[in-house]
Each structure stands twice: as structure tokens, then as C-alpha cells.
């Protein structure tokens, strides 16, 4: 199949793999110069520059899973910056390991594979639980999901079952992509 025949945001996604994996790159390799020498915080202030480029251009080409695990990764590094974690060890192990994670799946949605927020929530809740937030559920994700795309369901009346059910079977199909 050529580029041509791709849907639009996965031949976006295919344009920019590139920049996304040399910024998930730099952003490894300035948190580890940090652990090493420790001192300048302008690392890991460049670091975060990296993580906003990565969560933006995510969010340009729509693939709004790997936003928002950028988004946590950033948080991250924010209370790192900012000495809000208790154990900066685990938060900088977790986002380490997120990196690379992160750029394995850029790599498969590249190949194909289904932008989902679920498929991070492993790497997401490691961020989490290093910052000392609370887990977030699949459902969380999945709801985290919808708002990013933009899809929201109608307000219904309170007790107008038929039409909130009527409304299911309409966005079932969505839901289920």
C-alpha cells in the first residue's frame, strides 16, 4: 500500500515517527545527563520543552492516546521539577521506561495498530503512582479518550431512557471503534 492510499492521520503519523522517536530520544537521554550529574535543572526543563513537542504533535496528527501519555509524562517531569514527588527514583525509572514504550508505540500505529489509551494505561498508572496520583481506570481512559477527539453525547432529560438508549445505538459503533 502506498502513502496515498492511507487514511490521512496515519500518513501524518508516518511523516512525523521521525521526530517523535528523536524527541522521545533527547528527552531519555537529558533525564539520564540529569541523574548523572544532578545539578543543572536545565535539563530536564529542556526535557519537558521535548515531552510538550511530543503531546502536541500527537495531538496535531490525532492520535490522542500517545497525547495523553505524553501529557502524564510531563506531568512527571513537572513535580520532579518542582520537588513534588517523594520518590524521585521510581518517577525517573517510570518515565525512563516510558520513552521507550511511548516510541514502541508510535512505531506500531505506524504499522498499523489502533491509537488506543488503554493499550498505555500500564506505563500511564506507573507515572501515576510515581507522582503519588491516583490510578486511572480504563474507563477513566476510555472517557479521557472521547474528550480529546471532541465526541460528546447529547444531554438528555432526567428519566428520558428511551431517548438516552436511542442515543447509545447511535454512538455504539464509535464507541466500539
Do not use: C
Not at 490521512?8 to 528523536?22: A, I, M, Y
Not at 533525564?31 to 504533535?57: C, H, K
Not at 490522542?64 to 506531568?75: D, L, N, S, V
Amino acid at each position: 500500500m502506498n502513502d496515498s492510499m492511507l487514511p490521512s492521520n496515519l500518513n501524518s503519523l508516518h511523516w512525523v515517527r521521525g521526530e517523535l522517536e528523536q524527541s522521545l530520544s533527547r528527552v531519555r537521554s537529558l533525564i539520564e545527563q540529569y541523574l548523572e550529574s544532578g545539578a543543572d535543572p536545565l535539563t530536564l526543563q529542556q526535557a519537558n520543552a521535548e515531552l510538550q513537542t511530543v503531546r502536541g504533535t500527537a495531538r496535531m496528527v490525532q492520535r490522542f492516546g500517545a497525547a495523553i501519555a505524553a501529557e502524564e509524562m510531563r506531568q512527571t517531569l513537572q513535580d520532579l521539577l518542582h520537588q513534588r514527588v517523594k520518590d524521585a527514583e521510581a518517577a525517573y525509572s517510570a518515565l525512563l521506561g516510558a520513552t521507550v514504550q511511548l516510541a514502541d508505540y508510535i512505531g506500531a500505529m505506524v504499522e498499523g495498530m489502533v491509537d488506543s489509551a488503554l493499550i498505555l494505561q500500564p506505563v500511564i498508572n506507573e507515572l501515576r503512582l510515581a507522582r503519588g496520583q491516583t490510578l486511572l481506570s480504563e474507563s477513566d481512559l476510555f472517557v479521557a479518550q472521547m474528550r480529546a477527539i471532541g465526541f460528546s453525547l447529547p444531554a438528555g432529560e432526567a428519566g428520558d431512557t428511551a431517548r438516552s438508549q436511542e442515543e447509545a445505538r447511535k454512538s455504539l459503533p464509535v464507541f466500539q471503534v
